[in-house]
């Protein structure tokens, strides 16, 4: 077990001149490097060995050629990317970039004929005429009897699909790839809501219905990346997932899931890595392109939404786009400028319920707690993209791409009634109990006694203000046979959460009885009174806990260099290999200026009066509330005299919310792709494989409490002293390493020239949460005990096999079928022995503990987790009259796991929590001439939230959720288009269920919203 602590582990405190328990061994790139290439000599060999068996007469003597040119779409004037040229009488072939161009080297003089052929557009055959070591130019221009000039949406929107499908289908690797406006408007233009309509996708909303984290192939958001044309995005405070609603998709070109990874891509995925591919402006054929789009937001007052909803019932969403190619330095179309910007209010209002039963899988079961709450919250983004594309030479091509975006909430307040009993789920019900016999599964009655409870507690109005900005920088080099990349990145993400100028308070009545009826309605049961003081009065109500103030800055910062070169071999065999280096260094730290305050007074607070909530409108409780702003202001309270603040408490923070982990990344690889043949079965085989080597070390530091703290008196007497004596000595400073090898190889077959098979074996991980890593201590005086954090935990570590068989078909359509398995190990356990405290000063803790047993997370146990993916996509242009405007999509994902999961129990897919073993989306749309419609399917079936074997009666389930989205356009212009949208068309509830389908735990109503707005191009 020991020996899967990692490479070192060391703590000690903040003195330069103690040593570590264990130092870290030294790695800079080069030895990486060095032992990378010493263990992959044999692979290269083999492999160079296979290209001179088959190797002809150079293809570059100096009588041949090439062709060089750009590909087109004539009816919406963009330059594509992954069309194919080929030469089929010599067996070449070459794909545009993502700029339209391409180069086909290796030519023989003479006059040949070129096919030049795109999904979704007619293919194209002419003669070109090579003059020996001469360059030929020539530009092809597609289009289809489908297109109509006059109707660029249809045109745009079947661009959209052929070039999503066509960078899926030229992957060498598993690759889900989608445009960002294949799905029409969605409801805040989010990533997230492009990203959970994919296969192998799945997640449920937030409690406010946002789309932000997801399971990929199984696997929780924390467990995979999202990167920005494959640089790392920074995510929030101390974790790795990364909320995708928190970036609109307006200002990207294409979302891709990479799930088979590859040796020259990070490999810290355990799902798949998320990529959102930016506009090149290159690639516009037209000099200028405007774009824009205006909507409204709304909450219809027709349908059923919280009050506090009503009162703000409209919120504008807009983003605007601006491409120009321009002629510079004696260049021609050299320089291409990208403006997006973006600018919403996602206005959020849901109304939720939450109960909880008795402790039994029987029925009936009593409800010993019950609770509502309505939450108002106005997230507004503002977000710009500024990307310049500039060739340099007809071999050389740099980019600058800055982004700024922020997402800020400021008024968010959430009113929360709970109602329950403090002898909880397990009490029998007898005469003296709170829980009176003889309850029913629809009636439960609570007597009015001292564990008879109701508290009244306003959050808010909270702050999440999120800052992110990025900087990236990229140039691209091709000298025919090599090429060469490299790029620098810089991000940033700052948050700063917490109560802002408001904060946290609760009212309570003590003893007052009720009884709960949901014979009439489920959402909206009866509350009525059953004795004790009058819960409608808040002259009843008193103050109780704190008055507390959170106020939090939780910092990300990423710094990121990467450089690849490319060699293509001048065989017969198409062959060609690559190598490069990484390096990437990312900082999360995190500070606390929380304050809390104590209620000195003995009389109860003013409420609220105009605060109604949406359970009164339905049920007419009238149950009082307050506003916790009316008592606090500037983070401080309005009337100092009927408050004492915790001093004590704001001292602390300082010392237990600053803390700070720093990972470096140093990583390199070799890699080789090419084809088997050049003739046919070998020839239609290609394959890419390789191996890549990561070195992570990690460095943080953080306070932890002194082995004997302060008493309570002593922290109310002379808190500084308290607070100095607690933490000022006890700075530690945590180090860890280690080095993992990700080898992966990916095989293609063209059964046809439109059936593609897909055989692929690869590594990826899944690195801890950054909290893991932070200094933490846990002391059992009795026991003798100290527990501590892990700066060398190992990643989840996966191999995977992937097999996949695609069948693309015209118009624009394809059809697909896979299955994986994952294999997973190094699930983090904690509670490890890793022997006794040493004696002397240098011991890591200034002399204490000494022969305390140490305990620590480590790796252990083994899980497996397999499935299979559908998809099919096609647009019926071929069908008679009107029905040839109809385009669908669909998907369905089926997974499994099981495994130990690092424990000694065994556990199935109905055991692992946040599991989510069946998703399915949809949609269908539909054009006819100006008009347009288009439906939205998204289904996520029944999953485990809470889970434990010996109480199964408290395990919770979340319900299979199904929501339907419609949205209706009309095309009076290019420039001008009509669109309405309706989010939620059946207004379905998320809902989670405590041990059988009849006991609803929480039960959450978003509600229905409508977009209405105009959009267009010029």
């Not at 932070?774 to 501590?788: A, H, K, M, V």
């Not at 399917?937 to 199964?952: C, L, M, Q, R």
Request: proline fraction near 4%; aromatic fraction near 10%; glycine fraction near 8%.
């Amino acid at each position: 077990m020991l020996s899967s602590l990692g490479d070192s582990l060391s703590t000690r405190p903040n003195q330069s001149s103690l040593p570590t328990q264990q130092a870290r061994t030294p790695m800079n790139l080069t030895r990486i490097s060095r032992i990378l290439f010493g263990r992959s000599a044999r692979l290269f060999a083999l492999l160079a060995g296979l290209a001179c068996a088959f190797a002809s007469p150079l293809a570059h003597a100096a009588d041949a050629g090439s062709v060089t040119g750009s590909v087109s779409n004539t009816a919406t004037g963009n330059l594509l990317e992954g069309a194919r040229i080929t030469v089929p009488a010599l067996g070449l072939n070459a794909l545009t970039d993502n700029s339209g161009r391409f180069v086909l080297a290796g030519v023989p003089a003479g006059t040949h004929e070129v096919l030049v052929s795109y999904i979704g557009l007619d293919s194209v055959r002419a003669q070109v005429t090579v003059s020996p070591g001469q360059r030929a130019v020539r530009d092809f221009d597609l289009t289809t009897g489908v297109y109509k000039l006059e109707a660029f949406k249809v045109s745009g929107e079947r661009e959209g699909g052929a070039a999503a499908i066509t960078a899926q289908r030229n992957a060498p690797n598993h690759t889900n790839v989608v445009s960002m406006d294949s799905f029409g408007n969605l409801p805040n233009m989010s990533a997230g809501e492009v990203l959970m309509r994919l296969p192998g996708v799945a997640g449920s909303p937030t409690d406010e219905g946002l789309a932000y984290n997801f399971n990929i192939r199984g696997m929780g958001a924390g467990l995979n990346t999202v990167t920005i044309d494959g640089g790392l995005v920074t995510s929030l405070g101390s974790s790795r997932a990364f909320e995708m609603q928190s970036i609109s998709g307006a200002l990207f070109d294409q979302l891709e899931l990479v799930k088979g990874h590859r040796p020259d891509k990070n490999a810290d995925s355990l799902g798949g890595t998320v990529n959102l591919k930016s506009r090149s402006t290159l690639s516009m054929k037209e000099k200028r392109r405007m774009t824009y789009s205006f909507s409204s937001r709304i909450a219809p007052s027709f349908t059923d939404q919280i009050p506090l909803r009503e009162k703000h019932s409209a919120h504008p969403l807009l983003s605007f786009g601006y491409q120009e190619v321009f002629d510079v330095f004696g260049g021609t179309r050299n320089l291409g400028v990208n403006v997006n910007i973006f600018y919403s209010e996602n206005a959020v209002g849901f109304h939720q319920t939450d109960r909880d039963y008795q402790n039994t899988t029987t029925q009936p079961a009593y409800v010993w707690s019950y609770q509502t709450f309505d939450n108002i919250n106005n997230r507004t983004q503002a977000s710009l993209n500024i990307k310049t594309d500039y060739r340099l030479s007809a071999n050389t091509k740099m980019s600058v791409n800055a982004t700024a975006n922020d997402n800020n909430e400021q008024f968010r307040r959430r009113y929360i009634t709970r109602a329950y009993s403090t002898q909880t789920q397990n009490t029998v019900p007898s005469d003296t109990t709170s829980v009176v016999p003889g309850f029913t599964d629809k009636i439960t009655t609570i007597r009015p006694v001292a564990t008879s409870v109701i508290d009244v507690q306003n959050r808010g109005p909270n702050n999440y203000a999120v800052r992110m900005r990025r900087l990236d920088l990229a140039a691209e080099q091709d000298f025919g046979p090599l090429q060469i990349d490299y790029a620098a990145y810089y991000a940033r993400t700052n948050l700063n959460n917490g109560n802002g100028q408001g904060g946290e308070l609760t009212h309570r009545l003590v003893g007052a009885g009720w009884t709960l009826d949901t014979t009439k309605s489920l959402l909206h049961p009866s509350f009525i009174q059953n004795g004790g003081p009058d819960f409608t009065n808040p002259a009843n109500y008193r103050p109780t806990g704190q008055l507390l103030n959170s106020d939090g800055q939780n910092d990300q910062r990423v710094r990121e260099a990467r450089f690849n070169v490319q060699y293509k071999l001048p065989t017969a065999i198409p062959l060609a290999l690559k190598t490069g280096a990484q390096w990437r260094e990312t900082l999360a730290q995190t500070e606390s200026r929380s304050r809390r305050w104590n209620y000195l007074g003995t009389t109860s607070l003013p409420s609220d009066p105009t605060t109604i909530m949406y359970d009164e409108v339905k049920t007419g409780r009238k149950i009082p509330q307050w506003t916790t702003s009316m008592f606090i202001s500037e983070r401080t309270p309005k009337d100092p005299a009927l408050w004492s603040e915790d001093l004590y408490y704001a001292l602390q923070q300082r010392y237990t919310g600053t803390r700070s982990v720093t990972e470096t990344v140093k990583a390199a690889y070799l890699m080789a792709q090419g084809k088997f043949g050049r003739e046919g079965i070998l020839g239609r085989t290609s394959f890419l494989g390789g191996v890549r080597m990561e070195r992570t070390e990690d460095d943080s530091f953080g306070w932890v409490r002194s082995r004997v703290g302060s008493t309570t008196a002593q922290q109310v007497a002379n808190p500084l002293a308290a607070v100095t004596s607690d933490y000022a000595n006890t700075r530690r400073v945590i180090q860890g390493d280690y080095t993992k090898y990700f080898p992966s190889i990916h095989l293609t077959h063209d059964i046809t020239p439109n059936l593609k098979a897909r055989l692929a074996w690869s590594s990826s991980f899944g690195r801890a949460g950054f909290g893991e890593l932070f200094p933490n201590e846990t002391i059992n005086e009795t026991n003798q005990s100290l527990t501590i954090n892990n700066p060398s935990l190992l990643p989840q570590d996966a191999k995977n096999w992937d097999a996949s068989l695609d069948y693309y078909f015209e118009p624009v359509g394809n059809f697909s079928v896979g299955f994986f398995k994952k294999t997973i190990k190094d699930y983090i356990v904690r509670n490890i022995n890793i022997g006794t405290v040493a004696s002397g000063q240098d011991n890591g803790y200034n002399g204490d503990y000494v022969n305390f047993t140490q305990y620590t997370s480590a790796n252990a146990g083994t899980a497996y987790v397999q499935g299979w993916e559908f998809s099919y996509q096609q647009q019926f242009t071929f069908l008679p009259g009107l029905l040839k405007g109809l385009s669908g999509s669909l998907n369905y994902t089926m997974l499994d796991t099981h495994g130990n999961f690092g424990s000694t129990t065994y556990l199935s897919s109905g055991q692992v929590t946040g599991f989510i073993p069946k998703a399915a989306n949809a949609m269908l749309s539909w054009r006819y001439k100006r008009f347009g419609t288009r439906v939205l399917y998204n289904w996520t079936g029944d999953y485990i939230v809470e889970y434990s074997a010996a109480t199964v009666g408290r395990n919770r389930w979340r319900q299979a959720m199904d929501t339907v989205n419609l949205g209706l356009s009309y095309q009076v212009s290019p420039k001008l288009g009509l669109t309405f949208d309706v989010s939620n068309l059946f207004n379905e509830p998320q809902v989670v269920y405590r041990g059988v389908r009849s006991q609803p735990s929480t039960i959450n109503y978003n509600f229905i919203t409508i977009n209405v707005g105009v959009n267009g191009r010029f």
